[in-house]
């Protein structure tokens, strides 16, 4: 289970999370919505410890956080082993062949063997369709390609939940299909997902759970069902500007 | 001439391997450690509070102090102030051991900015990325950040490397044997001054050859993953 108690992150002039009460439960995929500047990145961020807010609890598996205090870097690292992050622009490190980039993290950090960590990243690679790429360079393939290695990537540390932010916003139709697709089977395998998106659609299919941040506060949190056929005025108007 | 030439070679060539290319090597492998250090402590920016803050600071103070001087000043006058100088204030260093510590101060001041030059052109994404996989800050340098870094930094490197090279001939003005001031003793017992200074331009413009093939080849190795194309 992931959970925080009154997380609050700011920035110079900006209270980009304010006062953050939520639960992410196991095995479901709960999906953050919110205009752009609500903070979705910030609370993402936030998880996988690459943004330390000031104040507030932070549960996950077995440790608990206290923001208000120093955190220790082993701690730090363990928690960030918990909670994979699959960005916007990907990020697949260039030098690396798509083989090296699925094992970098479980050889060198989780210590896994050369040969265990290759077979299970070639199991993930046939996963989402790419085990003819496993020799090349990642910027010989295409976005869409390039972010489901990056999902694999992200699967190979065996995390308890993956955090994507905005997975498909970069891609075109037809390759934010196959992203889709791939985040549409983890949510089958029960993959605790906590998911970024702008896509309305991937919302109301996958979501077991549905959090509107806006201004870093929670607006609204519930079932997809409540979301699109029983919304509040405000949820109303942010749907309406969606559409067009 | 040939006779000259052949007769004059070995001792050249054999001051070049005592004294000329042991002080460029040395100093250039001091001078990549001083340059990767401090670009390191340029880059990072100071966690944490009070006096470990400060401490930082300071110490990036002193790193920049370094760099200004050693770039501001000439070469020539640093390595007389090593070797000459220094001795009045009851600092005594041989002629090559001076050498070293102000080539290697030199060059490394130089290397300082190419090397900060080459960390801060990789993407903060690829920090962020190689720490959200769980990777530790060492991790994150030495399998992520220098193996991309090194390809921004090699031509700038290979010149300071080069322009060394070329600077050990200074070390002839502080009694250092190399190259360049045997050929000016040689010259000095056959009277043929000319002969003696392009056979000495020659060994150096081969040495310094053999380093941008390396640099060519290092170059290529460290780009190859930039492959255009599926
Ligand atoms: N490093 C930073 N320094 C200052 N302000 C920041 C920083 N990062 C984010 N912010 C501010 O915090 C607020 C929340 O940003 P965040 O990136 O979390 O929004 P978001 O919901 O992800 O938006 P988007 O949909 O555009 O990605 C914004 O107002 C942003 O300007
Ligand atoms: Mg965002």
Redesign the interface.
């Known amino acids: 289970m992931l959970k925080l108690e009154h997380v609050d992150k700011e920035y110079a002039d900006h209270h980009a999370l304010n006062d953050i009460n939520l639960e992410f439960q196991e095995h479901e995929t709960t999906v953050l919505l919110g205009p752009s500047g609500a903070g979705k990145s910030t609370l993402l961020r936030s998880l996988?410890l690459?943004e330390e807010p000031e104040r507030g609890i932070y549960q996950i598996s077995d440790h608990t956080i206290d923001f208000s205090k120093d955190i220790s870097?082993k701690e730090k690292?363990?928690i960030?082993?918990l909670t994979?992050?699959v960005?916007q622009?990907w990020?697949?490190?260039?030098?690396?062949t798509i083989l090296q980039n699925i094992t970098?993290?479980p050889i060198?950090?989780?210590k896994q063997s050369k040969a265990d960590a290759e077979t299970n990243a070639e199991r993930l690679l046939k996963l989402v369709g790419l085990e003819d790429t496993k020799n090349r360079?990642?910027?010989?393939?295409?976005g869409g390609q390039q972010q489901r290695i990056?999902i694999c990537?992200?699967l190979a540390?065996n995390p308890e939940y993956i955090l994507f932010d905005e997975p498909t916003s970069a891609l075109d139709p037809e390759l934010e299909a196959q992203v889709l697709r791939v985040l549409l089977e983890l949510a089958e395998e029960k993959q605790s997902m906590i998911v970024v998106t702008h896509n309305l659609e991937f919302a109301r299919r996958v979501a077991n759970k549905i959090v509107f941040l806006e201004n870093g506060k929670i607006e609204f949190e519930g079932t997809a069902d409540e979301f699109f056929n029983h919304p509040t005025d405000r949820i109303k108007a942010f749907l309406t500007g969606m559409t067009f | 001439m040939w006779d000259t030439i052949v007769k004059s070679t070995p001792e050249i060539v054999g001051a070049g391997i005592k004294y000329s290319i042991p002080l460029a090597l040395i100093s250039f492998v001091i001078a990549m450690v001083i340059a990767v250090a401090t670009a390191l402590v340029r880059t990072t920016e100071p966690k944490g509070s009070g006096i470990t803050k400060f401490l930082f600071k300071l110490l990036k103070w002193i790193i920049s102090f370094y760099i200004w001087l050693f770039r501001s000043t000439p070469l020539l006058v640093q390595l007389f102030i090593v070797f000459f100088g220094l001795p009045s204030i009851g600092v005594e260093l041989d002629a090559f051991t001076a050498g070293i510590i102000t080539f290697s101060l030199n060059t490394g001041a130089y290397c300082s900015e190419s090397v900060r030059g080459a960390i801060i052109s990789i993407p903060k994404s690829q920090w962020e990325a190689a720490y959200a996989i769980g990777m530790s800050y060492s991790q994150v340098l030495f399998r992520i950040i220098f193996p991309q870094a090194m390809r921004v930094a090699i031509p700038p490197v290979s010149n300071s490397f080069i322009g060394l090279v070329k600077d050990t001939s200074l070390a002839s003005s502080i009694t250092i044997l190399e190259m360049f001031t045997v050929s000016q003793q040689i010259a000095a017992k056959n009277y043929e001054p000319m002969l003696m200074y392009c056979m000495v331009a020659v060994y150096y413009a081969v040495f310094c050859s053999i380093l941008s093939i390396g640099q060519y080849y290092l170059e290529r190795y460290t780009s190859r993953y930039i492959v255009t194309g599926g």
Do not use: D, K, T, W
């Open positions: 996988n690459l870097n690292l363990q960030r082993q994979g992050m960005f622009s990020n697949l490190f260039p030098h690396l970098e993290g060198h950090v989780l360079f990642p910027n010989q393939l295409s990056s990537r992200a540390m």
